[in-house]
């Protein structure tokens, strides 16, 4: 009122006083379920209530298919947070007093405002299920998206529910087996069953589905025991019941049955080096466009823009990360870098080994499950990733204070997202094919490159564990089954067996193997398989299986010489001189020339092969046997193998397996467990 009266402020706050007054009785309105909605413009066609929203800066209610265009003309409508702006104005509707702050905050505010979101904040259950998958991220700040996801998934279940039964307000009354089949029913509905196939639309969210529900089937059940209703506590015992009884055959085996039916006719592609070369030259060319400009002085959002962006992706593909692990490194992560070496260690290298090491630079993140993952960058990488971290280059960048990323959006307090970062350059790259390079394809293609290196165990655990994930992952997920190390390696076992001379090759591994194509293409002018004799190698020793599963070296005959005097009637078997038959043989020859020059007279002192002393045999007690039986009860039941973590806790709790190597506590329960399967069977 101190305003002159018609001036442009009177006016601005008398509305905006209004409009209080309104939004307050909307709100009531909304909260007893009676009354009339008054908005700052009806429209001429009928509009239901639950899509009129309420501006977050003048209050004046809206069609929320309108809110953009009065946006443009609110005053002071400059939008602040996450999140879309309709998600923002859907905060000040009225919502139950047990949502969890940071649920409201976080997710809810995130939430695109549809009939879904409007179900999943007025039930208690689903709110529940989110404040319990929140808390499992107590410390993170970027599960928003997932926690979000899941509650869409059981509020769609919740309308679907109620389009089938009218009798369901919230989710608590789907959790009852008297429903049990139109649970079923909702949700093939929503995963898109077709019923002729038995092929679903979206596998993925049946499953997601079923794991939400046996989580809301226990909260009910707890419930029910801290109030003492028994009716609702035997509800959902009997749900689960059914859930562990019926869900498999109803829902999950045709969901699981669609997917891998999806997998097996999905060309198996990963990126091709050339294009990944490609890739990396594209983003070597804007790194250093961006920090000439950048080192000159002139600092501009811009600039500081695309080396983020050219160092988040060079940052994915020299490391082969999870694009999400990287996008999420902070300031303080990089500060924090480790240069130190164990010096022990060190001296166990090679040269080149120890070059690497002082030339990289390792950086520890947090990874999935709580690991710790390792990235490694290179002297360049880290002198524009420096740049990045300068506090005086943020600020000139335009990043807010409150962005704790390294690689910061300027103006946002989020990073940039580093599938898009790797999309963006591979489509600006000459790459033939720039829809492979993604970072899930880069760690597949490193697992399925690493088999022609024929790793051994601790050195696939090394690679497993710099990728963030250990060996089972590994071989199972990541490593693809590569026609082309099907076609050259098992196309050789497969032309000996139909030749018949798989007997000549025992004990050989698939590299030594060699087969004559010709031969095996033409029609066999030996009908017995044996080799002939131009074909045998000069070789002076060959390895032979023992009966016990052991290899010995043991010396052949020389040429035309046979010591018992019979007469050879098969010739020796053709073998690859490999590099064990080649060290041997240099080893005889230098003894050979230590005991005489060439050309000598002297008798050679005759050095005997050195054979493979056999694995020394343990004789187990029957403590013992009963120790290790009783703590891997339950993984003779389920057929799971242990690890070498349960074989050392094994070894721990009971005195008796002290004096046992944690890999014969795993041979005996991985034989036992052979055993129950063919008895299953």
Not at 168 to 175: A, K, Y
Request: proline content about 5%.
């Amino acid at each position: 009122m101190a305003f002159p009266k018609k001036s442009k402020n009177r006016r601005d706050l008398l509305e905006l006083l209004r409009n209080k007054g309104n939004h307050a009785h909307n709100l009531q309105v909304l909260r007893e379920g009676k009354g009339l909605l008054i908005p700052f413009k009806r429209p001429t066609y009928e509009t239901p209530v639950k899509d009129y929203l309420p501006c977050t800066q003048c209050y004046a209610w809206y069609v929320r298919s309108d809110l953009w265009k009065h946006r443009k003309k609110c005053v002071g409508s400059a939008q602040s947070g996450s999140g879309s702006f309709q998600s923002q104005c859907s905060m000040l509707l009225p919502m139950p007093k047990e949502v969890p702050v940071r649920l409201r905050d976080e997710v809810f505010s995130r939430m695109t405002h549809d009939d879904v979101s409007l179900a999943v904040r007025h039930d208690d259950l689903i709110i529940k299920l989110g404040g319990h998958l929140l808390s499992k991220f107590q410390d993170s700040n970027n599960h928003y998206n997932y926690v979000g996801q899941k509650l869409r998934e059981m509020g769609r279940l919740l309308l679907q529910m109620r389009s089938i039964r009218p009798s369901i307000n919230c989710l608590s009354d789907t959790i009852d087996p008297k429903v049990f089949d139109d649970v079923v029913r909702a949700v093939n509905k929503i995963a898109g069953l077709d019923e002729s196939s038995g092929k679903y639309k979206t596998p993925s969210l049946a499953l997601k589905v079923g794991h939400s529900l046996k989580k809301c089937s226990r909260f009910l059940m707890a419930e029910a025991l801290k109030n003492g209703d028994t009716g609702q506590k035997e509800r959902a015992e009997q749900f689960g019941e059914l859930c562990s009884l019926e869900w498999a055959e109803k829902v999950s085996t045709g969901a699981l049955k669609t997917l891998y039916t999806a997998k097996r006719n999905r060309p198996t592609i990963i990126p091709l080096s050339s294009d990944i070369q490609s890739v990396h030259n594209t983003i070597q060319h804007q790194m250093q466009e961006s920090m000439t400009h950048i080192t000159a002085g002139s600092v501009s959002s811009d600039d500081f823009s695309r080396l983020g962006q050219a160092m988040l992706a060079q940052t994915v593909l020299f490391n082969r990360k999870r694009s999400g692990e990287v996008e999420r490194m902070t300031v303080e992560n990089y500060k924090k870098r480790t240069g130190d070496l164990n010096k022990d260690v060190l001296q166990g290298l090679n040269k080149l080994e120890k070059e690497l090491c002082k030339k990289l630079t390792r950086v520890e993140i947090p990874g999935k499950r709580g690991r710790t993952v390792p990235v490694l960058l290179t002297q360049e990488m880290k002198e524009a990733l420096d740049v990045l971290a300068e506090e005086s280059i943020r600020q000139d960048a335009g990043v807010l204070e409150s962005n704790m990323y390294l690689f910061a959006r300027p103006g946002c307090t989020t990073p940039y997202r580093g599938c898009d970062a790797v999309r963006k350059f591979a489509r600006m790259s000459k790459a033939e094919h720039p829809e492979n390079i993604t970072s899930t394809q880069l760690r597949k293609h490193v697992a399925t490159m690493s088999q022609i290196l024929c790793l051994k165990d601790n050195e696939l655990d090394v690679l497993a564990t710099f990728m963030g994930h250990n060996i089972k992952v590994h071989r199972e997920y990541y490593r693809l089954p590569e026609n082309t190390l099907q076609v050259a390696k098992i196309a050789k076992i497969l032309l000996l067996m139909e030749k018949g001379q798989m007997n000549k090759c025992s004990g050989m591994s698939l590299d030594s193997i060699n087969v004559d194509l010709n031969e095996a293409c033409e029609e066999d002018n030996n009908p017995d398989g044996d080799i002939q004799e131009d074909d045998t190698p000069d070789v002076d020793s060959q390895e032979v299986d023992t009966p016990d599963g052991d290899s010995q070296e043991v010396d052949t005959p020389e040429e035309g010489h046979n010591p018992d005097g019979d007469i050879q009637e098969e010739p020796p078997v053709k073998r690859d001189r490999t590099k064990s038959h080649r060290i041997a043989k240099r080893s005889r020859e230098l003894s050979d020339e230590r005991d005489g020059p060439p050309g000598s007279m002297e008798p050679k002192s005759s050095h005997p092969v050195a054979k493979r002393s056999k694995a020394e045999r343990i004789t187990w007690t029957a403590a013992q046997h009963h120790a290790v039986d009783t703590f891997f009860k339950r993984n003779y039941r389920t057929f799971q193998i242990p690890g070498k973590e349960e074989c050392e806790e094994c070894r721990n709790k009971y005195p008796e397996l002290a004096t046992l190597p944690w890999t014969k506590i795993k041979y005996r329960v991985y034989n036992i467990i052979k055993q129950n399967k063919l008895k299953s069977h």
